[in-house]
Structures are given as C-alpha cells and as structure tokens.
C-alpha cells in the first residue's frame, strides 16, 4: 500500500488556537509513527492554496471553535473533494450553537437543562434586560451564562444573583453575538467520548474540577482537576449515559468521532450540555484518557478516527 498523505490542520485564529496546536503536534506524532506521510498545516488564508498544492489523501481536522469546528473548514474540504475526519459541516454547525443543539436536543426528547437565549439585538433594541427577573424566577440562581459558539469553558460566567447577572452577560455577549442563560446543575460532570466508524461510546469520563467549575484553567493545567476513568458512578448510571451519548451523537448526524458533555445531577437525572464534534487531543483531554481507559492507544485512537474519513 502506497503512503498516504495527511494533511494535519490545526491552529487557526480560534481562541482556542494554542489548545489547537497541541492537539495537532501530538496528532502528527501519532500520524508519523504509524508510517503515514503528515503535513501540519497551521490554518490561514493560504490553507486552499496549500490544500490544492498537496493534494492530501484526507485531511485530519484538528482545531477547536470558530472556523475549525463549526462547519467552515468541513465546507471547504467538501469543496476541494478532500475526505476530512469527524462530522459532516451540518452536525458541525448545529453542534458548535449550542441555542441551536439545546433546540435539537428538545425537538428529540434528550434532557438538557432548560434555558433562555438572547442575541445582541434583543438587548440592544428590544429591552431584553427587562426579563431578567423573569429569568430569574424560572431558572432560580446560579445562572449559567454561556456564549452560544464557544469551547473550552471561554465567557462562560455563573451568576449567583439577579445582580451579577448584567456582568455575566457583558461578558458573555464579549464572545459571541448570542448568549444563553441556562438552569445551573449541582451534581457529577461527565463526558462521554464517541469513536467508530460504528459509533460507540468509551468509557464514562467524570471530572472534578478543583476550581468552582471545569474553566479553562482547570482543563489545561496538570493537576487543576481530577479525572476518573471510568467514572465513579453506578453501572446502570453509565449506561444510561453512554446510551443517551450515542443517541445524541447520532440524532444531530454527527460521525467519526466527538464527545457528550453531560451533568448528572443530583436527583440521577442525566442532562446534556452539549455535543463537541472535535474534542481535544492534548495530555490532559478527555477523550484521549477514555479511549486509553479501555486499552485504547493515543496512535491507534488517531488510526481508528483517520480510518473513518478515509474508509467513508
Ligand atoms: N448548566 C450547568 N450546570 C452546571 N455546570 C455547568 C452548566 N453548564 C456548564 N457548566 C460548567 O461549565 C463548563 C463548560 O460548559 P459547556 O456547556 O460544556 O461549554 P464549553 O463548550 O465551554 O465546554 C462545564 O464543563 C461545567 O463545568
Ligand atoms: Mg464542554
């Protein structure tokens, strides 16, 4: 079999390119150690250019948020005719939003903690900030406050009162054009990580974060947090999960790989977060640490998901 040629993107101008460009330098390691010919491409206005040059065999999509995982580098390789790893540009777009996931998860009878959302206008011209208390009343404090298009924990503000919340919003409103105030959940954050090209679900992940949340800090930084893999949780509680995680994963269309970011509260209901279509790769990422939990290597994680594109 001849070499295949990869052509690894990653960085780009997301804020999370550093996060990226890890992700990406330990995917090429993996990539050369198996044999496989790997280009890194750090992502900018040359990429079509450097694209059509290379005439990669796949391209294997390693950037987090804007541009990398929403649905537009999918679009260009679509265009180019370049078998790309992960979801279809449909399931990016509609995971990356996640006002537009929560709405399909809703449509779909998958429990997510319920919420409002907001885009600038409403605040801007139409006297949004007038519904707060409504808000308040309904969701009850905290508050999560969320941009609607961003990874990694970025913008994201709890408001412990009706008077943090305008902070929460500015903040959140500094990221992206549409926010969401969602329900605050007490209990277990879980993630569960989808691989295959017959998607299945690998083992429960749970995190306790040392810091009031699972931020950016805590993901990036060694020690910041606590993983168990597999999660401390009942058998039957990881079923659900896993079974909820693929159903979600395949009702927005997603394919490849991704991972279900999940609260389990404390009344044992299971509540879905959000869908990442391209979860990170670097030493303390959660789908790395689930695959190896089930005797799963780093390399052949990257094969399996490689495989999917190529083989689609
Ligand atoms: N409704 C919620 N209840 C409790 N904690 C939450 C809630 N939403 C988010 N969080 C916390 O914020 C983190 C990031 O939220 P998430 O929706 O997964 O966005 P991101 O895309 O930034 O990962 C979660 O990992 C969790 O620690
Ligand atoms: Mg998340």
Same mark, same amino acid.
């Given at each position: 079999? #001849?070499?295949?040629t990869i052509?690894?993107l990653k960085?780009?101008?997301?804020?999370?390119r550093?996060?990226s460009?890890?992700?990406?330098?330990?995917?090429?390691?993996?990539l050369?150690?198996?044999?496989?010919s790997?280009?890194?491409?750090?992502?900018?206005?040359?990429?079509?250019?450097?694209l059509?040059?290379l005439?990669?065999?796949?391209a294997?999509?390693?950037?987090?948020?804007?541009s990398?995982?929403?649905?537009?580098v999918?679009?260009?390789?679509d265009i180019?005719?370049?078998?790309?790893?992960?979801?279809d540009?449909?399931?990016?777009?509609?995971?990356?939003?996640k006002?537009? #996931?929560?709405?399909?998860?809703?449509?779909n009878?998958?429990p997510t903690?319920?919420?409002?959302?907001?885009?600038?206008?409403?605040?801007?011209?139409?006297?949004?900030?007038?519904?707060m208390?409504?808000?308040?009343?309904d969701?009850?404090?905290?508050?999560?406050?969320?941009?609607?298009?961003?990874?990694?924990?970025?913008?994201?503000?709890?408001?412990?009162?009706?008077?943090?919340?305008?902070?929460?919003?500015i903040?959140?409103?500094?990221?992206?054009n549409?926010v969401l105030?969602e329900?605050?959940?007490?209990?277990?954050e879980l993630?569960?990580?989808?691989?295959?090209?017959?998607?299945r679900?690998l083992p429960?992940?749970?995190?306790r974060?040392k810091?009031?949340?699972?931020?950016?800090e805590?993901?990036?930084?060694?020690?910041?947090?606590d993983?168990?893999?597999?999660a401390?949780?009942?058998?039957?509680v990881?079923?659900?999960?896993s079974?909820?995680?693929?159903?979600?994963?395949?009702?927005l269309?997603?394919s490849?790989f991704?991972?279900?970011?999940?609260?389990?509260?404390?009344?044992?209901?299971?509540?879905?977060l959000?869908?990442?279509?391209?979860?990170?790769f670097?030493?303390?990422?959660?789908?790395?640490?689930?695959a190896?939990a089930?005797g799963? #290597?780093?390399n052949?994680?990257?094969?399996?998901?490689?495989?999917?594109?190529?083989e689609g």
């Open positions: 079999m #001849s070499k295949k052509a690894v960085g780009g101008r997301s804020l999370e550093n996060i460009l890890k992700s990406g330098a330990r995917v090429e390691k993996a050369r150690e198996m044999g496989y790997v280009e890194g491409i750090d992502v900018d206005a040359s990429l079509v250019k450097r059509k040059e005439k990669p065999d796949a294997f999509i390693a950037m987090h948020g804007r990398g995982e929403d649905g537009t999918q679009e260009l390789m180019l005719g370049i078998p790309y790893t992960g979801s540009v449909l399931p990016s777009i509609n995971c990356m939003d006002v537009l #996931s929560k709405h399909i998860f809703m449509e009878g998958v903690p319920p919420f409002f959302a907001f885009n600038r206008d409403a605040f801007q011209e139409l006297g949004a900030v007038d519904t208390p409504i808000i308040g009343d969701l009850g404090f905290p508050i999560v406050v969320k941009p609607a298009a961003q990874g990694s924990a970025l913008g994201i503000r709890f408001a412990h009162t009706g008077s943090e919340l305008p902070a929460a919003l903040s959140a409103f500094s990221f992206d549409k105030l329900k605050y959940v007490k209990g277990k993630a569960v990580s989808i691989l295959g090209k017959e998607p679900a429960v992940v749970e995190v974060p810091t009031d949340f699972f931020d950016f805590s993901r990036y930084t060694m020690g910041k947090a993983y168990l893999a597999p401390e949780i009942p058998d039957d990881a079923a659900q999960a079974e909820l995680s693929l159903r979600v994963f395949k009702t269309g997603c490849g991704g991972r279900v970011d999940i609260m389990l509260g404390e009344d044992g209901s299971l509540q879905v959000e869908i990442n279509t391209i979860p990170g670097t030493e303390t990422s959660l789908l790395p640490m689930a190896n089930t799963i #290597s780093f052949e994680l990257v094969e399996e998901i490689l495989l999917c594109a190529l």
